[in-house]
């Protein structure tokens, strides 16, 4: 839908939501690729699982919302069908890593750190988030909902990152609450956003892409964990603009966040908002062309199952290919081609658990007779 003033008000709708996850995961790819084999990318991939996060929170609301019935089976389908849509995709890729290598020492070598480290803090946290959100269904007034997930959420991290001595838990989280709330408010944002967009945006981006950090633990969190939420705000106002009227915006996001991420590779700088900038504008286009579109959503639908399987891709490549270019043209058709296999398999068995949900939660028991 387009606004007279030129910004777009359906920016977070199904197919932008599922474009913009296809990109963040591309990201997240590139991001591990340069750990794996050592080259410099930006350090975004925590930012980009923030977005995860945000879109997670909103869609949850919107089902609250608009699902008569919806938290009956929440935990069955929401947290249960998470963990077995995971444990199925990850015994897959054990079995293929398995014959990648032929070898069962060095499957037991690479097993746990390249096949699971990499990914069990995402799931985990997402899942402490599910169970959050069923608590807070059970308040009546909003703000005590939410102030009780934004608690929870903080004390979830922060118990999660000293029991698995990681701070993977500290730098995304808190998003969850801000796609809530993004949904639930979202009429009196958008019109909020809409009026001040200059007076906001600006101001925003400039410190989006300051690229100072700190070498202080606490401090450095809380500095991720509020650039995750200036990259949420920036990013969907870049995504609000009507590329007919307002084409500017995506492209001097594309030019502002391009310059500054490919001027601070290889150096000290942070430059993940820069490289969240030019995601948010490169989304933007993509989402208003039908023909990119198209070919973005379904890459989007299987971002569970590409998010997974990615990394461990690149060392089954690496463990008998040395050239840097081809590892990486394998590693994307390897990844793609798994992952589509995967979704489609996966896909059928969660349809049809979700189906036997609905009838167990439904069908109607007899009556007790007494004798």
């Known amino acids: 839908m387009e606004c007279r003033s030129g910004f777009r008000r359906d920016y977070l709708d199904y197919r932008n939501t599922l474009t913009a996850r296809f990109l963040m995961i591309a990201s997240i790819f590139i991001f591990h690729a340069g750990l794996f084999f050592g ?74 750190k390249y096949l699971f480290e990499y990914v ?34 903080i004390a979830s991290m922060y118990i999660l990152a000293e029991n698995f001595d990681t ?40 410190l989006l892409l300051i690229p ?31 590329l007919r009227k307002r084409w500017y915006i995506p492209l001097l996001a594309l030019i502002v966040g391009g310059a500054v991420m490919f001027n601070g590779l290889g150096t000290a700088q942070n430059i993940e908002g820069a490289s969240m900038l030019f995601l948010a504008g490169l989304s933007c286009v993509i989402y208003q062309i039908p023909s990119l579109c198209k070919a973005m959503v379904p890459l989007g639908s299987m971002s569970l199952e590409l998010f997974l399987l990615h990394y461990i891709t690149f060392k089954w490549t690496s463990y008998y290919i040395d050239d840097l270019l ?31 949900v609905d009838i167990l939660c439904t069908e109607q028991r007899p009556p007790e007779t007494t004798s």
């Open 39 to 112: 080259f410099s990318v930006p350090n975004n991939g925590h930012t980009c699982v923030a977005v995860f996060f945000f879109l997670s929170g909103y869609g949850l609301e919107y089902s609250l919302s608009n699902k008569t019935g919806y938290m009956r089976t929440f935990l069955q389908k929401r947290a249960l069908g998470l963990l077995i849509q995971y444990w199925l995709i990850m015994m897959l890729c054990a079995a293929l890593t398995g014959v990648a290598y032929l070898s069962f020492q060095s499957f037991m070598q690479d097993a746990d």
């Open 120 to 153: 069990n803090w995402y799931i985990l946290e997402l899942l402490v988030f599910y169970v959050i959100f069923f608590i807070s269904a059970m308040f009546h007034e909003v703000r005590w909902r939410y102030l009780f997930v934004l608690v929870t959420t």
């Open 167 to 206: 701070n993977l838990y500290l730098k995304s989280g808190l998003v969850f609450i801000v796609g809530m709330a993004w949904y639930r408010y979202k009429d009196r944002i958008d019109a909020f956003l809409t009026k001040y967009y200059p007076l906001i945006i600006i101001p925003l981006t400039v």
């Open 212 to 242: 100072e950090r700190s070498d202080v633990f606490a401090i450095d969190m809380v500095y991720t964990g509020i650039t995750a939420i200036l990259l949420v705000i920036v990013g969907c106002m870049v995504l609000m603009a009507d």
């Open 326 to 356: 081809v590892i990486m043209i394998l590693s994307t058709i390897i990844t793609l081609v798994i992952s589509y296999a995967a979704y489609i398999g996966v896909g059928r068995i969660m349809k049809a658990y979700n189906r036997g």
